[in-house]
């Protein structure tokens, strides 16, 4: 039986109780921060959008009826339609399966990536130290926006393209911050205790110092996902990430940019999307930060 | 069991040890104590692999061939180390059973399980402690768990390198009572670095003195207690020991 | 008049089980002397030393009837006036160097540091200034220490640079929590020394917590046996042999000596006190 007793138990009798209470009390000091749940709210809602959006969605994100277009805000177009007469609602609906897709993708590809970089970087220190930070740095002294947009420009435009540049260009926060982590425990006994008992330097970095840098880099990635939307929707904007007739947030700004001043929901209601996801990840970052901060953690 | 001959240590052109010798034997134990910064960490560290660089003889265990060295794995098997600060020498996100079944992992044991248990019970922590976070535990319990760790690999060779100088009074005499133990039962062979001369006199069998990275003297533990080290350093730690 | 008198100091952390006092209701008051404060691993020997300097880690919180320091009540001050105390009125020395300084930066710098946040001294003085002190802690050669990382120091050199750190600043009321616990008997005696100066000439007011109980009995004017969060006894300095608590005799029983010839020493039962 899972009861809070038994969750919070000092002493855990298997190994399984034990990483379900430090998970229990995780997830209870989560609730205790209003803001960080209505972050989780709003995450909760961007994840259930797009998992049921062709059935959320009054009408098809991609054909419009032209006799329709540039409709304001009604009971038929809760937020109006756009140039080609398309239902607005339903394109920001589907969006959000756009955005989430270029959000997974980017943290899949760019947290393990910095964070391997980070850890071998700080632990074996030394030239390993210096080419990896150098390259970090080349990369860093770039704008992410800049960046993303030259590697768009190479590899041509496309969601795919977007993607894998907006990778690249965010992994190297999460290198530096791996690495300033690891500096400061490099030198403790308890990896010299691991070294003595003969641990390969594979198995040091992957099991005893990547956990200890990983709740510095979920808190950054979810505190980053805001920065990766208005990224991934600038692209979108400048017409280099998805292209027409996908239903991007930020190629729908751009495309309603044209008529601001007349129809103004055009670009106003995608953009208040982007504006409410991404304060959803700052506050569930926020939170997250609070909770995960190790120097909450007592020793004594 | 430990055969230490001419060992020097630099740093960045700074000696701190010079041409240090000593010896020993199967189930004995041996201190090292002496002035602070002397270079007594440093002989453990080079004795524990940890070092990249020296010169001179070191022997440890089944080893006769000094021509080819140990290899991490190998040594980890004859000698393990116990460190001062049991604040710092565990790992702050991994249970008791993880840390001491890492070593087990390591080297391929099987039956992990029992053998975690009986470690528990040979240190004299209860097991319903198995599954906890380092800080739920006390000083002298974190020490109990490092002891624990070391002897995993069941090495014949314990390194200690002020293993009680953290901890109060009375854990300090239950650690001090269990390491005695764990020796008679074992046949453990201790080098044990302390600045605490009672100490070296309740567990040791013969001390080195250092003083600036050089053995200044070497004795056994009756001219200890009867005050009759040879050394004027030797002396002066005697003195100030015993009257302040 | 007393430097600081302390009354019915409580700490409270909240825990999954209650809320639980780790300090309760300590009361002791301290001239320009040296107090000493023994006692077993958590007793709240640490805690009180951070209570008193406004240092009790985040959920901790700290009450008490009285804190007085130098006419001063501690108990409203902001964070802004309490780190303006530290350092320049009152310091502590904390108990574990390796944590205690940042691991990244050269022990040189982060003395400078220390003088840097309190003082008004120049570049050129505050490194004399450092060496200097360095020295007084007995550090040979102190110019190839001051350029060391923390982690390439040794453990007793490392609680020195703490105590160097501190006694730069000369201040009014200091702390020491375990500062000699890695010194060899030689060293620590004259690092005592310089606290023991700081004491006679400048009038300072020392705590020092320690859990070497023959140094403490010979070296401090008073001393308070802490158990639990409570002072379970006062002795005055030399009469650590005539306790009158089991506890505070069986602390004293379980320490080895010089001419140990027990198998087994004595360890403290917790059941019966
Ligand atoms: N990685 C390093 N780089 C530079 N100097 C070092 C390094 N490690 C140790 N040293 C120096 O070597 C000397 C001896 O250090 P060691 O830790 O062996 O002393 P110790 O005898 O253990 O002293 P203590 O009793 O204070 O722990 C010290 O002067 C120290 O500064
Ligand atoms: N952050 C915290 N949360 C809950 N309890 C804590 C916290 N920090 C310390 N404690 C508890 O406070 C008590 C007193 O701790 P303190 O550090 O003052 O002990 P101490 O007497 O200094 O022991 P030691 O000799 O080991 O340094 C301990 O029982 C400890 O478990
Ligand atoms: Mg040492
Ligand atoms: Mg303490």
């Given at each position: 039986?899972?009861?809070?007793?038994?969750?919070?138990s000092?002493?855990?009798e298997?190994?399984?109780q034990?990483?379900?209470?430090v998970s229990y009390?995780?997830?209870?000091d989560?609730?205790?921060?209003?803001?960080a749940m209505?972050?989780l709210?709003?995450i909760?809602?961007l994840?259930?959008?797009a998992?049921?959006?062709?059935?959320?969605?009054p009408?098809?994100p991609?054909?419009?009826?032209?006799?329709d277009r540039?409709?304001?805000p009604?009971a038929?177009?809760w937020?109006?339609?756009?140039e080609l007469?398309?239902?607005?609602?339903?394109?920001?609906?589907?969006?959000?399966?756009?955005?989430?897709m270029?959000v997974l993708?980017?943290?899949i590809i760019?947290?393990p990536l910095?964070?391997l970089?980070?850890?071998?970087?700080g632990?074996?220190g030394?030239?390993?130290?210096?080419?990896l930070?150098g390259?970090?740095?080349i990369?860093?002294?770039l704008?992410?926006?800049?960046?993303?947009?030259?590697f768009?420009?190479?590899?041509?435009p496309?969601i795919?393209?977007?993607?894998?540049a907006?990778?690249?260009?965010?992994?190297p926060v999460?290198a530096?911050?791996?690495?300033a982590e690891?500096l400061?425990?490099r030198?403790?006994?308890f990896?010299d205790?691991i070294?003595?008992q003969?641990?390969s330097?594979?198995r040091i970095?992957?099991?005893?110092?990547?956990?200890?840098?990983?709740?510095?880099?979920i808190?950054?990635?979810?505190?980053?996902?805001?920065?990766i939307?208005l990224?991934?929707?600038?692209?979108?904007f400048?017409g280099?990430?998805?292209?027409p007739?996908?239903?991007?947030?930020?190629?729908m700004?751009s495309?309603?940019?044209?008529?601001?001043?007349?129809q103004?929901?055009?670009a106003t209601m995608?953009?208040?999307?982007?504006?409410?996801?991404?304060?959803?990840?700052?506050?569930?970052?926020?939170?997250l930060?609070?909770v995960l901060?190790p120097?909450?953690r007592?020793?004594? | 069991?430990i055969?230490v001959k001419?060992?020097?240590?630099s740093?960045?052109d700074?000696r701190?040890?010079h041409?240090?010798s000593?010896?020993v034997?199967?189930?004995e134990?041996?201190?090292?104590?002496?002035?602070?910064?002397?270079g007594?960490?440093?002989?453990?560290?080079?004795?524990?692999g940890q070092?990249?660089?020296?010169t001179g003889?070191?022997?440890?265990?089944e080893?006769?061939?000094?021509d080819r060295p140990?290899?991490a794995?190998?040594?980890?098997?004859?000698?393990?180390?116990?460190?001062?600060?049991?604040?710092?020498?565990l790992h702050?996100?991994?249970?008791?059973d993880?840390?001491?079944?890492?070593p087990?992992?390591i080297h391929g044991?099987?039956?992990r399980d029992s053998?975690?248990?009986a470690?528990?019970d040979?240190?004299?922590?209860?097991r319903?402690?198995r599954f906890?976070?380092?800080?739920?535990?006390s000083?002298g319990q974190?020490?109990r768990?490092?002891i624990a760790?070391a002897l995993?690999l069941?090495?014949?060779?314990?390194l200690l390198?002020?293993?009680t100088s953290?901890?109060?009074?009375s854990?300090q005499?239950e650690?001090?009572?269990l390491l005695?133990s764990?020796?008679?039962?074992?046949?453990?062979?201790?080098?044990?670095?302390t600045h605490d001369?009672p100490?070296?006199?309740?567990?040791?069998?013969?001390?080195?003195?250092l003083?600036a990275?050089?053995?200044?003297?070497?004795?056994?533990t009756e001219a200890?207690?009867?005050?009759q080290?040879s050394?004027?350093?030797?002396?002066?730690?005697?003195?100030?020991s015993?009257?302040? | 008049?007393s430097?600081?008198s302390v009354e019915?100091l409580?700490?409270?952390?909240?825990?999954?089980?209650?809320?639980a006092?780790v300090?309760?209701g300590?009361?002791f008051?301290l001239?320009?002397?040296?107090?000493?404060?023994?006692?077993?691993?958590?007793?709240?020997?640490?805690m009180?030393?951070?209570a008193?300097?406004g240092l009790?880690?985040a959920?901790?919180k700290?009450?008490?009837?009285q804190?007085m320091?130098?006419g001063?009540?501690?108990?409203?001050?902001s964070e802004?006036?309490r780190?303006?105390?530290?350092?320049?009125?009152m310091?502590?020395v904390?108990?574990d160097p390796?944590?205690?300084l940042?691991?990244?930066?050269?022990?040189g710098?982060?003395?400078e540091?220390a003088?840097a946040?309190?003082?008004?001294l120049?570049?050129?003085?505050?490194r004399?200034?450092?060496?200097e002190?360095l020295?007084a802690?007995?550090?040979?050669?102190p110019?190839r220490?001051?350029?060391?990382f923390p982690h390439e120091?040794s453990?007793?050199?490392?609680?020195?640079v703490m105590?160097?750190m501190?006694v730069?600043?000369?201040p009014?009321l200091?702390?020491?929590?375990?500062p000699?616990?890695?010194?060899d008997?030689s060293v620590?005696?004259?690092?005592?020394?310089?606290?023991?100066?700081?004491?006679?000439?400048r009038?300072?007011?020392?705590i020092?917590i320690?859990h070497?109980l023959?140094m403490?009995?010979r070296?401090c004017d008073?001393?308070?046996?802490?158990?639990?969060?409570e002072?379970?006894?006062e002795?005055?300095s030399?009469a650590l042999?005539d306790?009158q608590?089991p506890?505070?005799?069986?602390?004293?029983?379980?320490?080895?000596?010089i001419d140990?010839?027990?198998d087994?020493l004595?360890?403290?039962?917790?059941?019966?006190?």
């Amino acid at each position: 039986m899972i009861t809070r007793g038994w969750l919070l138990s000092d002493d855990p009798e298997t190994r399984m109780q034990a990483r379900l209470g430090v998970s229990y009390r995780l997830a209870r000091d989560l609730m205790r921060n209003p803001l960080a749940m209505v972050g989780l709210m709003i995450i909760l809602a961007l994840l259930l959008v797009a998992a049921f959006a062709p059935w959320l969605a009054p009408y098809s994100p991609v054909e419009g009826t032209l006799a329709d277009r540039l409709q304001p805000p009604s009971a038929a177009h809760w937020m109006g339609t756009d140039e080609l007469g398309r239902d607005i609602l339903s394109r920001v609906i589907y969006g959000a399966r756009i955005t989430l897709m270029i959000v997974l993708l980017v943290a899949i590809i760019s947290a393990p990536l910095g964070l391997l970089i980070g850890t071998v970087a700080g632990y074996f220190g030394g030239w390993v130290d210096r080419v990896l930070m150098g390259l970090t740095d080349i990369f860093l002294s770039l704008p992410r926006l800049v960046l993303a947009l030259a590697f768009v420009a190479a590899l041509g435009p496309g969601i795919e393209n977007a993607v894998i540049a907006i990778a690249i260009a965010a992994w190297p926060v999460y290198a530096r911050i791996a690495r300033a982590e690891v500096l400061t425990f490099r030198n403790s006994e308890f990896l010299d205790a691991i070294r003595m008992q003969g641990a390969s330097r594979l198995r040091i970095i992957a099991r005893h110092v990547m956990p200890l840098c990983i709740s510095s880099t979920i808190v950054r990635v979810t505190l980053d996902m805001a920065g990766i939307i208005l990224t991934a929707a600038g692209l979108g904007f400048l017409g280099l990430g998805a292209q027409p007739p996908l239903p991007e947030w930020g190629a729908m700004i751009s495309r309603g940019r044209s008529f601001i001043l007349d129809q103004w929901w055009v670009a106003t209601m995608p953009g208040f999307a982007i504006v409410i996801v991404s304060l959803g990840f700052c506050l569930f970052g926020d939170g997250l930060r609070d909770v995960l901060d190790p120097k909450q953690r007592s020793r004594g | 069991m430990i055969h230490v001959k001419d060992l020097s240590v630099s740093f960045s052109d700074v000696r701190v040890l010079h041409d240090v010798s000593f010896d020993v034997a199967t189930g004995e134990s041996f201190a090292l104590v002496g002035e602070s910064g002397s270079g007594k960490s440093t002989i453990l560290k080079a004795l524990a692999g940890q070092l990249p660089a020296f010169t001179g003889t070191l022997r440890i265990g089944e080893d006769n061939d000094t021509d080819r060295p140990f290899s991490a794995r190998d040594r980890a098997r004859q000698v393990q180390m116990v460190f001062q600060d049991p604040y710092g020498s565990l790992h702050p996100r991994r249970t008791i059973d993880d840390t001491l079944n890492e070593p087990l992992l390591i080297h391929g044991l099987p039956d992990r399980d029992s053998k975690v248990i009986a470690m528990l019970d040979a240190v004299g922590l209860p097991r319903r402690f198995r599954f906890r976070l380092p800080h739920q535990l006390s000083g002298g319990q974190r020490q109990r768990v490092a002891i624990a760790r070391a002897l995993m690999l069941n090495p014949p060779v314990l390194l200690l390198d002020e293993p009680t100088s953290a901890l109060d009074v009375s854990v300090q005499a239950e650690i001090l009572n269990l390491l005695k133990s764990l020796r008679e039962e074992k046949n453990l062979t201790f080098l044990l670095v302390t600045h605490d001369l009672p100490v070296v006199s309740f567990l040791c069998d013969r001390l080195a003195i250092l003083h600036a990275g050089r053995i200044v003297e070497t004795a056994n533990t009756e001219a200890l207690r009867s005050g009759q080290l040879s050394s004027s350093y030797g002396q002066e730690l005697f003195q100030r020991s015993v009257y302040g | 008049m007393s430097l600081l008198s302390v009354e019915n100091l409580r700490v409270t952390f909240p825990t999954d089980h209650g809320p639980a006092d780790v300090v309760r209701g300590l009361s002791f008051t301290l001239g320009r002397e040296r107090l000493g404060i023994v006692g077993e691993s958590g007793s709240g020997k640490s805690m009180t030393g951070r209570a008193i300097m406004g240092l009790v880690p985040a959920p901790g919180k700290v009450t008490a009837d009285q804190l007085m320091f130098n006419g001063k009540d501690l108990r409203g001050l902001s964070e802004d006036e309490r780190r303006d105390l530290r350092g320049t009125a009152m310091s502590m020395v904390l108990q574990d160097p390796k944590f205690s300084l940042n691991p990244v930066i050269r022990i040189g710098e982060q003395i400078e540091e220390a003088m840097a946040v309190h003082g008004t001294l120049g570049r050129r003085e505050r490194r004399e200034r450092a060496l200097e002190a360095l020295t007084a802690v007995r550090i040979k050669d102190p110019e190839r220490v001051a350029r060391l990382f923390p982690h390439e120091v040794s453990g007793g050199m490392g609680q020195r640079v703490m105590i160097a750190m501190m006694v730069v600043l000369e201040p009014a009321l200091m702390i020491a929590d375990e500062p000699t616990s890695a010194l060899d008997v030689s060293v620590r005696g004259q690092v005592l020394d310089i606290l023991a100066d700081l004491v006679s000439r400048r009038g300072m007011g020392l705590i020092l917590i320690s859990h070497d109980l023959n140094m403490v009995a010979r070296w401090c004017d008073r001393i308070l046996v802490m158990y639990r969060g409570e002072i379970v006894e006062e002795i005055a300095s030399g009469a650590l042999m005539d306790a009158q608590h089991p506890y505070t005799r069986g602390l004293v029983a379980s320490l080895p000596t010089i001419d140990e010839t027990r198998d087994r020493l004595p360890v403290l039962d917790r059941g019966k006190l």
